[in-house]
């Protein structure tokens, strides 16, 4: 077929072709897990990031009544939606924001994988996109998908982007900055003032991804805001901290020329929040209890794991923020010839308890070396996980 891909006209060579999607590669995985354990509970999924309880009724109850379903919703959020963001900005933070600087989007994957596109229009003379190098892909994949480059930031000591390592070519061209603060996969917090003075220093955009602030441990959560608004804009979620991840509702706030621009070309695209979904954010941002009670349950399940691991013979720590434990590989795994040490624990884990993981290599090169182990299921599950993993002994090669 003259190299054509499906769809291309034979002689035509193919432009973009996505890459498999990363979880998709635990496929194969998976089905052993849930072969070998298929006896007992069977495959305990804890690789992807899956909110799994139950949101507040009153939350529920706006989505099946707002009665907003039979008009088109302000792309930018309903003036309702956009207060109740300013207010929770507010309590949460200390930020007082005028009205202008805060829109709503659809979820917040979708803001970080387009706003490179969005940005390059508006600054085509730039096609660079900064990120930590150990990261969720969709910062690097944002890139790809606006026909930019992707720089990868070496982590810092302590967590966080080694701001001092980006090269002044890179700076000079970059459309923006990347950070995320706690951080998946690590769940290490970043020095989110030195990046505002960086971003400001350089002229160059910081978009700060706190999806997981409201499940900060190590110190109070932060807000890239708090370091003025200036150049600076923070994206923020509803799916973790109010188990809405199937509902997509989250919004973007800071610098009131980037907010105009960005919800300007937004709307153009016809980029809505559905209407009953902005009535069910307004109701969550408004309730700061349910937060706490969510934060008890993953505190107490990323504690169960990471004890339960520990005595399995794989040692972790807690994170400093986020529902993720970051677990090194034990030196069998690191030791397996012709292997990357992260597949090596993945399929241990499977093999042994039926666990499912995500290998490190998924977020980035410096991941090789460990996983990531969500901790997303309903107690019993964790339970189940954590009972299976004592029973384990110390995990090793070929244990099952």
């Not at 009205?99 to 387009?114: F, L, P, Y």
């Not at 690097?140 to 930031?153: H, K, P």
């Not at 039926?354 to 090789?368: H, K, N, R, T």
């Amino acid at each position: 077929m003259n190299g054509a891909g499906p769809g291309c006209p034979a002689g035509v060579a193919p432009g973009f072709v996505p890459p498999p999607y990363p979880y998709d590669r635990l496929a194969a995985l998976a089905e052993r897990a849930r072969i070998l354990h298929a006896g007992g509970a069977g495959l305990i999924d804890l690789s992807v990031g899956n909110p799994c309880d139950p949101p507040p009724p009153d939350v529920l109850a706006a989505l099946g009544s707002s009665g907003a379903e039979r008009g088109y919703p302000p792309s930018a959020g309903s003036l309702q939606l956009r207060q109740a963001a300013l207010s929770w900005m507010s309590r949460r933070f200390g930020v007082e924001l005028p009205a202008d600087s805060i829109a709503a989007c659809i979820g917040t994957k979708e803001m970080v994988a387009s706003s490179a596109w969005y940005l390059r229009l508006r600054s085509p003379g730039r096609d660079t996109v900064l990120h930590p190098a150990l990261s969720y892909p969709t910062y690097a994949m944002s890139a790809t998908l606006a026909g930019c480059r992707s720089v990868g930031v070496p982590e810092a000591p302590g967590g966080g982007v080694d701001l001092g390592a980006i090269d002044p070519d890179d700076a000079g061209r970059a459309l923006v900055l990347w950070v995320n603060s706690p951080a998946n996969p690590t769940g290490r917090l970043t020095d989110l003032g030195a990046a505002a003075a960086w971003g400001r220093e350089n002229g160059v955009p910081v978009f700060s991804d706190e999806c997981y602030v409201e499940l900060t441990w190590a110190r109070p959560p932060e807000s890239i805001l708090q370091h003025g608004l200036e150049g600076l804009l923070a994206v923020h979620s509803l799916s973790k901290r109010s188990n809405l991840a199937g509902v997509r509702v989250g919004f973007y706030a800071g610098d009131a020329e980037l907010v105009g621009y960005l919800s300007e070309v937004r709307k153009h695209a016809g980029l809505m929040v559905p209407g009953p979904a902005q009535l069910a954010g307004v109701h969550a941002l408004v309730d700061d209890r349910h937060v706490a009670e969510q934060r008890g349950r993953y505190r107490h399940r990323l504690e169960r794991l990471a004890g339960a691991l520990g005595s399995a013979g794989v040692a972790c720590g807690l994170p400093d923020g986020g529902f993720y434990l970051w677990v090194e590989a034990p030196e069998w795994a690191r030791d397996s010839a012709g292997s990357m040490p992260a597949w090596v624990l993945a399929e241990a884990l499977a093999e042994a308890a039926g666990i499912l993981v995500s290998p490190g290599d998924f977020y980035g090169e410096a991941g090789s070396k460990y996983v990531r182990v969500a901790a997303v299921q309903p107690d019993e599950r964790i339970e189940e996980a954590c009972r299976r993993l004592e029973a384990v002994g110390t995990l090793g090669p070929g244990k099952r």
